[in-house]
């Protein structure tokens, strides 16, 4: 037992407990986690500064924003974000089909707890940070839970944060608000640069009771009548974009005739994104508390009308939840090699140095929010297809071991519109992850690694089951891709060679996978030929979990009506891989309740071979066995 004396303290100078490590990720949203993973599996040492008590970012339980992307819910065929991110997103099915935003926490938590070479600092905040002329020296972090002060050091530091604070308080060049038509030639901008943003939004959750429940609105809520939601859907309503026109449906119409177009239904159990505000003021940084408290009045004031107003149909809905965090869209924009624009975006560039992409149209919510009483509160600018995004805009022109990632990439006002979505800023975390771990393990700064190494990163990229429109599995050192290919039986169009031939999803009509003639009794077994005996160590696998579909979390009972439910039936779920040499098996493994896409199968000592044999047993559900893509490496000791 010990023994405690109440004595007075020396004064302390909370001197800084000093570390290096060879990445250094501030911000533990969407992005920055899945750019400390991936930094952490490539072999730096890496360490995430996360300000909050979960990681997500807006995704968590802390603000509930359901985490879209280039699928545009539902409207853009087979364009969900694959590699980490869907890895988390498959781990929380697996376990989570009440959706409860407390155990996605969780999966987040252990996710990057249980990264090898990740040191995770919560509830720390960067308050300081040292630079020259064009290079980041250190950073400073008080961890409040613990009084405990760090200082960071790093060959690469990467922004996260969302504001771009790191970028901002080492005295990089940013941009907030709107640029002019004629800077960038972009048709949709203004005549004049101005400081618009889009605004803060705060999200609610409400509950049938089953019976009458009343609501008694705090004095210091805001009161509105049906004015002021003017073009504000609120209620059971569906709302779909068709070009520039905005369709309302009623709740017994058939929406589903409409996933081609973005779908929104509006319902009283989850809160609107139109709460939204600080678009127009002086600040949008300066102001957040204001701007908090401030929705806070409308919030509670909206949910009085809902309640108190009119037949909304919400007698007997409680008010279960108000957030305390609020989601921000838009806020500074860090200057870097190259800037995303809005013809880009419309265009679907493919750029040489591509590494990410995004689907999600350029929307412009009105700046002033729920106070710009009777404005359409969204320009929503919808485009086909998808656009990339290059490695440029991930890395600082102003500070030589400075990336970005998140939001405040280097785009313009419009284009930020569409790469600000979280999917899209996850996918650009893993790829600026990835490349920070490969330029410290070259010794090269991120502009240098991505002159010299750009097709190195793309190919590590697409090797992680990361998706980069217009490029393919070009990997010499993967042996499957000169393998004779065979299987015991294949849907036409869906023949056992697709898996070698790049891509890992299916494009418009072209069909990229095996699929199998239905399961037998012994199941479906695909079968590589190697061309030459190999010494083999590893065997990538790439499942198909339905690509058109959505699997986030939400508070959003329209979208968890839509969601199947549980680990995806098209999925994989039971296999053996048996490893041939001169047709005898000289290393077998059997794999159940197999619930992610990508699987990586390394064996502990390597395996002399001239045959791998697939044997698949088993799906979550559907009738035939799917297979994107079989990937071959041999021992390089």
């Known amino acids: 037992m010990k023994t405690f004396v109440h004595e007075k303290p020396e004064p302390s100078t909370n001197p800084a407990v000093e570390k290096h490590y060879d990445v250094v990720v501030i911000g533990g949203g969407m992005s920055g986690l899945c750019a400390a993973i991936a930094s952490a599996r490539h072999g730096a040492k890496t360490c995430l500064v996360q300000d909050r008590s979960v990681y997500g970012g807006n995704a968590s339980s802390e603000t509930k924003m359901h985490i879209s992307g280039a699928s545009c819910h539902w409207g853009k065929k087979n364009a969900a974000e694959t590699g980490i991110l869907m890895e988390l997103q498959l781990d929380n099915k697996r376990i989570n089909d009440s959706y409860n935003y407390s155990i996605w926490d969780g999966v987040l938590w252990s996710k990057a707890q249980g990264t090898e070479n990740l040191d995770c600092y919560m509830n720390t905040t960067m308050d300081k940070v040292t630079a020259g002329k064009d ?11 613990t009084e405990i002060r760090y200082g960071f050091t790093a060959d690469i530091f990467i922004d996260a944060t969302g504001n771009g604070t790191l970028g901002y308080f080492a005295g990089c060049e940013y941009r907030i608000g709107r640029e002019s038509r004629e800077e960038f030639g972009e048709k949709d901008a203004p005549d004049v640069p101005d400081g618009e943003t889009m605004g803060n939004t705060i999200y609610f959750v409400a509950r049938d009771m089953g019976h009458p429940v009343k609501f008694v609105k705090p004095d210091w809520a805001y009161t509105f009548d049906e004015s002021f939601f003017k073009h504000r859907y609120h209620g059971d309503i569906v709302v779909y974009h068709n070009a520039d026109d905005v369709v309302v449906l009623k709740p017994d119409e058939d929406y589903e005739d409409h996933r081609d177009q973005l779908v929104e239904k509006y319902d009283v159990e989850s809160g609107y994104w139109w709460i939204e505000l600080g678009g127009d003021w002086d600040d949008i940084i300066k102001s957040a508390e204001e701007i908090r408290w401030e929705l806070y009045k409308i919030i509670y004031g909206v949910w009085d009308h809902i309640k108190n107003g009119g037949d909304h149909g919400a007698e007997n809905y409680e008010l279960v939840w108000v957030g305390n965090v609020p989601g921000t869209r838009e806020s500074r924009r860090l200057v870097g090699e190259y800037i995303l624009k809005e013809e880009d975006v419309y265009e679907n560039r493919i750029f040489e140095d591509a590494v990410a992409y995004g689907g999600w149209p350029m929307d412009e919510h009105t700046a002033g929010g729920f106070h710009a009483k009777g404005e359409i509160p969204s320009k929503v600018r919808s485009f086909p297809g998808f656009y990339t995004i290059p490695y440029r805009c991930y890395v600082s022109k102003d500070m030589k071991n400075m990336m970005m990632a998140g939001r405040n990439i280097s785009a313009s006002k419009l284009a930020m519109g569409s790469t600000r979505i979280m999917a899209t800023c996850a996918v650009g975390g893993q790829a600026v992850g990835t490349a920070a771990a490969m330029a410290c393990a070259k010794g090269c700064s991120p502009v240098e690694f991505g002159e010299k190494y750009i097709r190195e990163l793309q190919q590590e990229l697409l090797k992680d089951d990361c998706y980069i429109p217009g490029y ?3 990997d010499e050192k993967d042996l499957a891709r000169q393998a004779n290919v065979s299987a015991t039986s294949s849907r036409p169009g869906c023949e056992a060679r697709k898996v070698i031939n790049g891509v890992t999803r299916n494009e418009e009509e072209t069909l990229n996978l095996w699929q199998s003639a239905g399961i037998g009794a012994e199941g479906e077994t695909l079968s590589l030929q190697l061309k030459n005996e190999a010494s083999i160590s590893q065997i990538r696998l790439t499942f198909d979990p339905d690509l058109s579909e959505e699997r986030c979390i939400s508070v959003s009972k329209a979208f968890l009506d839509k969601e199947p439910i549980g680990v995806a039936k098209e999925l994989v779920k039971d296999y053996n891989i048996n490893i041939k040499k001169n047709g005898e098996i000289v290393w077998t493994k ?12 390394d064996l502990e000592q390597p395996i002399v071979s001239d045959q791998i044999d697939i044997c698949i ?9 799917r297979v994107f893509e079989v990937r071959v490496y041999a021992d390089e000791r």
Request: hydrophobic residues 30%; negative net charge; contains cysteine.
């Open 135 to 145: 290079k980041i020296q250190a950073v400073e972090c008080y961890q409040m839970t």
């Open 617 to 625: 047993t088993a799906t979550n559900g559907d009738a035939d066995a």
């Open 472 to 474: 393919r599995n070009e």
């Open 590 to 601: 059997s794999v159940y309740d197999n619930y992610q896409r990508q699987n990586i199968i």
